[in-house]
């Protein structure tokens, strides 16, 4: 399993309406492509230097081969929305990570 995570962040005079347009246009978008089983929004709760709040979206692939088709055939459109509905008002960086092993407590 890929975890493909896109770490951003958002100016203050920006957020809320960043906010909804990810949880109800863009995110929805990028799990329907079918790349993605599913994506969890988080906020990263420490204050940045620079200012803003940052956010991350981790999209859950089954295999690298999987995201690759994806970054090949999807990501330049999809960034490109971003910019042009906020322009510099935000900042994103993107990490491939790879699930080694998941250690849930049964004990609940």
Same mark, same amino acid.
């Given at each position: 399993?890929?975890?493909? /995570? %896109?770490?951003?962040?958002?100016?203050?005079?920006?957020? =809320? @309406?960043? +906010?909804?347009?990810?949880? *109800? =246009?863009?995110?929805?978008? %990028?799990? #329907?492509?079918?790349?993605?089983?599913? &994506? +969890?929004? *988080?906020?990263?709760?420490? !204050?940045?230097?620079?200012?803003?709040?940052?956010?991350?979206?981790?999209?859950?692939?089954?295999?690298? !081969? %999987? +995201? &690759?088709?994806?970054? /090949?055939?999807?990501?330049?459109? +999809? #960034?490109?929305?971003?910019? !042009? #509905?906020?322009? @510099? #008002? $935000? %900042?994103?960086?993107?990490? =491939? $990570? =790879?699930?080694? !092993? $998941?250690?849930? /407590? /049964?004990?609940?």
């Amino acid at each position: 399993m890929i975890i493909y /995570n %896109v770490t951003t962040n958002v100016e203050k005079e920006i957020e =809320e @309406d960043w +906010l909804i347009w990810m949880k *109800t =246009e863009h995110i929805p978008k %990028v799990v #329907k492509i079918g790349k993605f089983s599913h &994506a +969890l929004l *988080t906020k990263i709760l420490i !204050d940045e230097e620079m200012g803003g709040i940052t956010y991350s979206v981790q999209y859950t692939s089954p295999s690298r !081969d %999987v +995201l &690759a088709n994806y970054l /090949n055939q999807h990501t330049h459109i +999809l #960034k490109q929305e971003v910019v !042009d #509905k906020f322009g @510099d #008002k $935000l %900042v994103s960086f993107r990490t =491939e $990570l =790879e699930v080694i !092993d $998941l250690i849930e /407590n /049964n004990e609940r």
